[in-house]
């Protein structure tokens, strides 16, 4: 259980990034990673008013998440590859694909503490204030580029 709860708070953390992100989509198409996570730091930045302590604590998170986004994209062509080779054959290798979804589930193992350690740290350190904007913001674009996500 615990495993599902890590593997949770990272795709939160990483989906509120992405999706922070993907509201200024089309501007972001000739940036780089690393220029696009500039960016949102210096706009939670401006709009946390956050002091050096804070925003050392947010870069700190961006460093991990974008090493995490390195290591993930490295091993994303050979993922790929491997899927291909498994669907040309007349029946799938479940042995294989198993295998293949548990290395990456444990790699995400791996990360996750780090991260979660990381945002727990920012997050920790922000005012009350602060942490009712950034849960504001957050919920606001849920909704704004994921519909509901909400079951109701």
Excluded at 15 to 26: E, V, W
Excluded at 116 to 135: I, M
Aim: contains cysteine; aromatic residues 8%.
């Amino acid at each position: 259980m615990k495993s599902f709860i890590k593997f949770s708070m990272v795709t939160m953390v990483v989906a509120t990034m992405l999706g922070a992100m993907s509201g200024c989509a089309y501007s972001f198409k000739h940036k780089s990673p690393q220029e696009r996570a500039d960016w949102l730091v210096n706009k939670l930045s401006d709009e946390l008013k956050l002091n050096d302590a804070q925003l050392g604590k947010l870069n700190v998170l961006k460093d991990e998440l974008l090493t995490m986004r390195g290591d993930y994209r490295k091993k994303r062509s050979e993922t790929k590859l491997a899927i291909g080779e498994m669907l040309s054959q007349p029946t799938l290798d479940q042995t294989r694909a198993l295998a293949l979804i548990r290395e990456r589930t444990q790699e995400v193992n791996e990360k996750a503490p780090r991260v979660v350690s990381a945002f727990a740290a920012f997050y920790d350190s922000l005012t009350p204030e602060q942490q009712k904007k950034l849960h504001d913001e957050f919920t606001e674009r849920m909704k704004r580029h994921h519909g509901y996500w909400d079951d109701e």
